[in-house]
């Protein structure tokens, strides 16, 4: 896709979302001052995304994404107030089954140049992006066949096939949003707070995250990750980065399969043992998990 097919795909999905957008903030039956600032900033990005006619620079993307990262913030936290709106915070609507689609990059694939030479974007992002996009979808539509026949017999090796695609894509996804060459070079406020308080200093997580990217064993990733349970930032290495987790998803039930769990009383009936957890699993908690990890949403890919 040339990029002002991605570009002006990405104006159009802008500019549906900042619609839907105006007409939720329009139903609220309160409206306070961040309401109509809110309002004013659709209005002014719709202006903007109205504007272009002929040809879109890499810069206009890289300004519309500002827009829409502060009216996302802006209006999310408005939404999240207003109880009349809670069951309508799906500001996106999510993916179905194996519809997942490759994202337009934020800047052209020279943007990144001399630090990452254009070639390697545009095969990144055009051939290995892609192909985990595809590797996805086929692992989901594969599941869902294995659910409607009860044919599971394959079942181990789509979930592989879904955590390593998904991982992918969803890593690649993060990846290409969070450079830009006329990026914001440190962090302030309260993520550089938490960054000290966490790690010592600033150039102390600098200097752990380098060292924990140089050393991955073999092909994977350094990962600056928000643990919602212990409140604090940790760095982490995720070595090819499939080991059947999906990065950028949240647990909300598990069961645990280590012998440990279940070796004293089953031995090696380990089918038995999941077959009788079912009966004392408490859906209350599974449902608060989802209540709140589906608060947060990303844009969906
Ligand atoms: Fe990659």
Known sequence: MSNQLSYKQYIQEV???????????GEMRTEDNEAKKSKNEISDLLNLLNSFENEIQYEDIVSIKEKVDILYQDSSSILQTNRQTDERLNLYNGIKIGEHKLPPLPYSYDAL????????????????????????NKAERMMEKA???????????????????????????????????????IPTGKLLNKITEDFGSFDAFKQHFTEAAKKVEGVGWAILVWSTRSHKLEILQSERHQMLTQWDTIPLLVLDVWEHAYYLQYKNERADYVQNWWNIVDWNEVENRFKEASKLQWKPF
């Open 15 to 25: 500019t549906l979302w900042a619609e839907q957008l105006e007409t939720l903030l």
């Open 113 to 136: 140049e001399p630090y990452i030479a254009s070639e390697i974007m545009e095969l990144h992002h055009k051939k290995h992006h892609q192909s985990y996009v595809d590797g996805l």
């Open 147 to 185: 659910r409607q026949t009860g044919e599971f017999d394959l079942i181990k090796h789509w979930e592989r096939e879904a955590a390593f695609h998904g991982s992918g894509h969803y890593l690649h996804t993060i990846f290409w949003n969070v450079m830009n060459p006329r990026g914001k070079k």
